[in-house]
């Protein structure tokens, strides 16, 4: 069963989709909660209505509860569970239903994530499969087993960078856990295969030999792919690629992977040469490549900071002047880019950090109002506009932005605690010491250790 997006499914669903999360965004959570029920009943495909359905379910179960409240709903669930399990085998659709029964009561239970993610994998519904796979895997972070089987769905979304970064960083504390490298390594696999073209040979569209030539290329792709080359590693592919481009002048990928281990090598002159010679090219109007050329001239700045001599009686002097200049550099290059590209929001949005970093906050404004139609950085730009409006002392406004990108904000991450914390100040700067507390209970109740939420609402309640 293929997953759908909000455009796939009957216009009288859509209405009730778009009902709903106008209900969520009103806490009024049991009418969202119903519509988007009735909405999966019809369309069990539909990702974005059961994230929005799962999102309104967690808000209204709020914290986990006690003990015996958790024992009671596990044991309350397991009959469905069995149930479930029993139909996985022959209806996956139907242990799908069953899941949702069991989430509809208790939607952090973990025997029904877990039914509803394998029902999810037997259907074909990876991004599914990871929405549950997900939200136990922030219940159990150390769990090896549900971290890979998450990594594995992730990977089938397309998503294989998060998922080499998942295992990678539990790897890290488990050095020695053959497992977790088999894993690893089953990951690189499939990436190669993606980026190598396989699927192409699967669909009858390719050949062997168009994709792998020898044993040894098969090694040095799955070698490229590593996020961190070790320096034995790094050192050989330089070796190889030069030598290689003797024979390949006009090898663009080629001499951009080259020019990215000498990046990596802090050879960043080097670097930079190969990227302009690929910018002179047909290639050149890629904006990927002005950014790969912006980040290693910054990195060049980094390098020099980095070896200044702290003991110089002029370090602090030389210290503000190369970061002065890296400032100006970003900041020119970044307005460079706009002007090349001015339909990409992406560059839009990292002006406007630059703009609000260097305090040219109108400046940061309109690259924010800019940035917020790009769904991948509404949020953020909607935050960034509501700090803005803060530093310009428009407090209300402020406030109304920060508030609009909170209820767009579904799932309470660290992206929503930096909403919830900047409204909270924005509101004590209006004197709404009363709204503004509220906002902080909110971090205060899931994470206490975010930033000064302990001390303000403890004062707080000193104060009555």
């Known amino acids: 069963m293929a997953e759908k997006g909000l455009t796939d499914i009957p216009r009288d669903l859509r209405v009730l989709f778009t009902k709903g999360n106008e209900a969520l965004q009103r806490e009024n959570l049991d009418y969202a909660i119903a519509l988007f029920q009735q909405v999966l009943e019809k369309e069990p495909g539909f990702y974005d209505c059961r994230h929005a359905l799962r999102a309104a379910q967690l808000k209204k179960a709020g914290g986990r509860g006690g003990f015996f409240k958790k024992v009671l709903s596990s044991a309350g669930s397991s009959p469905l569970v069995a149930k479930g399990q029993m139909a996985l085998r022959k209806n996956p659709l139907e242990a799908l239903q069953i899941a949702e029964q069991i989430l509809e009561s208790d939607p952090h239970n973990s025997?029904?994530?877990?039914?509803?993610?394998?029902?999810?994998?037997?259907?074909?519904?990876?991004?599914?499969?990871?929405?549950?796979?997900?939200?136990?895997?922030?219940?159990?972070?150390?769990?090896?087993?549900?971290?890979?089987?998450?990594?594995?769905?992730?990977?089938?979304?397309?998503?294989?960078?998060?998922?080499?970064?998942?295992?990678?960083?539990?790897?890290?504390?488990?050095?020695?856990?053959?497992?977790?490298?088999?894993?690893?390594?089953?990951?690189?696999?499939?990436?190669?295969?993606?980026?190598?073209?396989?699927?192409?040979?699967?669909?009858?569209?390719?050949?062997?030999?168009?994709?792998?030539?020898?044993?040894?290329?098969?090694?040095?792709?799955?070698?490229?792919?590593?996020?961190?080359?070790?320096?034995?590693?790094?050192?050989?592919?330089?070796?190889?690629?030069?030598?290689?481009?003797?024979?390949?002048?006009?090898?663009?990928?080629?001499?951009?992977?080259?020019?990215?281990?000498?990046?990596?090598?802090?050879?960043?002159?080097?670097?930079?040469?190969?990227?302009?010679?690929?910018?002179?090219?047909?290639?050149?109007?890629?904006?990927?490549?002005?950014?790969?050329?912006?980040?290693?001239?910054?990195?060049?700045?980094?390098?020099?900071?980095?070896?200044?001599?702290?003991?110089?009686?002029?370090?602090?002097?030389?210290?503000?002047?190369?970061?002065?200049?890296?400032?100006?550099?970003?900041?020119?290059?970044?307005?460079?880019?706009?002007?090349?590209?001015?339909?990409?929001?992406?560059?839009?949005?990292?002006?406007?950090?630059?703009?609000?970093?260097?305090?040219?906050?109108?400046?940061?404004?309109?690259?924010?109002?800019?940035?917020?139609?790009?769904?991948?950085?509404?949020?953020?730009a909607l935050y960034y506009l509501g700090q803005c409006f803060a530093r310009r002392g428009i407090n209300d406004l402020a406030a109304r932005t920060l508030q609009n990108a909170i209820k767009e904000k579904l799932i309470f991450d660290d992206e929503k605690k930096d909403l919830v914390y900047a409204l909270g100040c924005v509101l004590e700067k209006m004197g709404k010491r009363e709204e503004a507390v509220e906002q902080f209970k909110l971090i205060y109740e899931t994470d206490i250790g975010y930033k000064d939420v302990a001390a303000k609402v403890d004062a707080y309640y000193a104060a009555q």
Request: overall charge negative; charged content about 30%.
């Open 111 to 380: 025997g029904g994530h877990k039914l509803l993610a394998e029902a999810a994998t037997a259907l074909e519904m990876p991004h599914t499969a990871v929405l549950s796979l997900e939200i136990l895997n922030r219940n159990s972070p150390k769990d090896k087993a549900l971290a890979v089987q998450l990594a594995n769905a992730l990977a089938n979304t397309g998503e294989i960078g998060r998922a080499e970064k998942l295992l990678t960083d539990l790897y890290r504390g488990h050095p020695t856990d053959n497992e977790l490298a088999q894993a690893l390594k089953n990951l690189s696999a499939r990436k190669t295969l993606r980026e190598g073209g396989y699927e192409a040979l699967a669909d009858g569209k390719g050949s062997y030999r168009d994709i792998l030539k020898d044993k040894e290329e098969a090694i040095s792709l799955e070698q490229e792919q590593r996020v961190v080359k070790t320096e034995d590693v790094a050192e050989r592919l330089i070796a190889e690629y030069e030598a290689r481009l003797q024979t390949e002048p006009n090898n663009l990928k080629l001499v951009r992977s080259l020019a990215e281990l000498y990046t990596q090598k802090k050879r960043f002159n080097e670097a930079l040469a190969l990227y302009e010679r690929i910018k002179t090219s047909e290639a050149g109007g890629d904006p990927t490549l002005d950014r790969a050329i912006a980040d290693t001239v910054s990195r060049k700045f980094d390098h020099a900071l980095a070896h200044l001599d702290a003991s110089a009686p002029d370090y602090a002097e030389q210290t503000a002047r190369i970061q002065a200049e890296k400032e100006a550099y970003q900041l020119a290059e970044c307005q460079k880019r706009v002007e090349r590209f001015p339909t990409d929001l992406q560059i839009h949005f990292e002006l406007g950090q630059l703009y609000f970093q260097a305090e040219k906050i109108s400046e940061a404004i309109q690259e924010f109002q800019k940035a917020q139609a790009n769904p991948h950085k509404r949020i953020q």
